[in-house]
């Protein structure tokens, strides 16, 4: 590995995002917050693992249809976009590195990204709810 590769990983490894515990249907889950525009921007992009309950939520300041895409993301995720109240409105696989948007279709205040398969393998679909949501962002 190259110094530069080391530096990133070392970066990854030690978040600096504030982190909650959340409701996601029936069951809870530790997540890092991306409630700023720069976390937000970062959000996963280059992190090589993440813990099997573990997500990222990242939370906006008004509730519309939201795109993301995996530029730079190696992990293969999958995305669950909620509305104001937490409801699931959608849910994504996405691919590793994929430019190609994601989008919500309906709005959205909240995303959840979390490995991909997780909703699937836990039973959590569209319609159920994320709960002990943060408020929204600020910005």
């Avoid at 997540?31 to 939370?59: N, Y």
């Avoid at 959608?90 to 590793?96: F, G, Q, R, T």
């Avoid at 948007?101 to 709005?107: A, F, G, I, M, N």
Wanted: glycine residues 6%.
């Amino acid at each position: 590995m190259t110094p530069l590769s080391l530096f990133v990983l070392a970066a990854c490894a030690t978040s600096a995002m504030p982190t909650t515990t959340i409701g996601v249907g029936s069951h809870r889950m530790q997540v890092e917050i991306a409630a700023t525009l720069k976390d937000r921007e970062q959000g996963l992009m280059h992190r090589e693992s993440m813990p099997a309950d573990q997500g990222m939520l990242f939370i906006y300041k008004d509730e519309k249809p939201r795109s993301f895409w995996m530029k730079n993301t190696p992990l293969p995720l999958s995305i669950a976009f909620a509305s104001r109240d937490g409801t699931i409105v959608k849910i994504k696989d996405m691919v590793p590195f994929s430019t190609k948007p994601v989008k919500s279709l309906y709005p959205a205040l909240y995303a959840l990204e979390v490995n991909q398969g997780w909703f699937a393998e836990n039973g959590v679909g569209v319609g159920d709810s994320l709960t002990d949501l943060p408020p929204p962002s600020a910005e």
